[in-house]
């Protein structure tokens, strides 16, 4: 079982895209329990259906007003219950293979977390990162078409730790079939 202490997600720099959407995802500042009640987690539902939902569309399927709606969705936002939005593609039809990058660490500092951090921040290629205080310590979710940029990342990251006893395996992950429930306890 992993037990992350911190995730982070990241654009997928290979389209091209230029703005700033990392979303942190589990920090020990995310873990603050909301209290949230039927209209909040109503809210949660229609949008793990469809994240595209209007808002009017929100409010006529939970029976309220577009300004409370509106209202619930800014304060869900603001305590950090909603992230944000992204589109999810189906990477294996793109012609991508998806691999974690497990690292592990003899000594896991604060000084390489920033620096992992970093490294996949500009990472054209990794969607994600996970760090656990156990081992795996980092887990990078890669996007590649070829296995010789998994080669490539792998050495970038020896040489960014060349000083640093570290072990590096890799996880070939298969497309799932069924579709990802994103808040199961919802249904």
């Known amino acids: ?29 995310t873990r603050k329990k909301a209290k949230l009640d039927k209209i909040d987690l109503g809210i949660l539902k229609i949008l793990a259906d469809d994240a595209r939902t209007k808002l009017i569309d929100i409010a006529t399927k939970l029976g309220i007003s ?3 709606a509106h209202y619930r969705l800014k304060k869900l936002k ?7 939005n992204r589109i999810q593609f189906n990477m294996s039809a793109l012609g991508y293979f998806i691999t974690h990058i497990l690292i592990n660490f ?18 054209m290629n990794i969607n994600s990162l996970m760090i656990n205080l156990h081992k795996p310590h ?15 990342a792998i050495e970038e990251i020896r040489k960014l730790f ?21 808040l199961p306890f919802l249904e």
């Not at 003899?106 to 990472?123: C, D, G, H, L, V």
Request: net charge negative; with cysteine.
């Open 1 to 29: 079982m992993i037990k992350p202490q911190f995730i982070e997600v990241y654009p997928l720099k290979f389209f091209n895209y230029q703005g700033k959407e990392d979303y942190i995802v589990v920090s020990p500042e």
């Open 66 to 68: 577009a300004e409370l």
């Open 78 to 84: 603001a305590e950090k219950v909603i992230l944000g």
């Open 106 to 123: 003899r000594t896991f500092s604060e000084k390489n977390k920033r620096k992992i951090r970093e490294f996949a921040k500009k990472s």
């Open 138 to 152: 980092c887990i990078l979710n890669f996007f590649h078409k070829g296995e010789h940029e998994v080669r490539e």
């Open 162 to 182: 060349e000083n640093e006893a570290i072990e590096i395996d890799t996880l070939h992950i298969g497309q799932d079939i069924e579709e990802v429930r994103v």
